[in-house]
């Protein structure tokens, strides 16, 4: 069983930054691939970035060049730095984990506010 718990949304103006934190419980975190995740009023879920276990790291198009992903095991977070932020990322942020042997992301946080004005 893995608990995820995301900090750091708040509100920055247009061209700011932001650093999510995803803390996970958990002695086999290091195992996990661990997503972002945004939902913004009226849309739906869509991926924003995931490392997984070995590091390999994947981005949407719409944040390339502007969001990086990394991860420290040592203290089972998972980092999304966030810069040159436009007012189209704000939204809720989830982090999500998914083990090794699942083809899906099993354990979900209860997200993160960012609002990004303009």
């Known amino acids: 069983q893995v608990q995820l718990v995301e900090s750091g949304g708040g509100v920055v103006q247009a061209g700011g930054s932001l650093r999510l934190s995803c803390a996970a419980s958990?002695?086999?975190?290091?195992?996990?691939?661990v997503g972002w995740f945004r939902q913004a009023p009226g849309k739906e879920r869509e991926f924003v970035a995931a490392i997984s276990w070995s590091g390999s790291i994947g981005y949407a198009d719409s944040v390339k060049g502007r969001f990086t992903i990394s991860r420290d095991n040592s203290k089972n977070t998972v980092y999304l730095q966030m810069n040159s932020l436009k007012p189209e990322d704000t939204a809720v942020y989830y982090c999500a984990a998914q083990s090794v042997k699942s083809t899906k992301y099993d354990y979900w946080g209860q997200g993160t506010q960012v609002t990004v004005s303009s």
């Open positions: 958990g002695r086999t975190f290091s195992t996990y691939t």
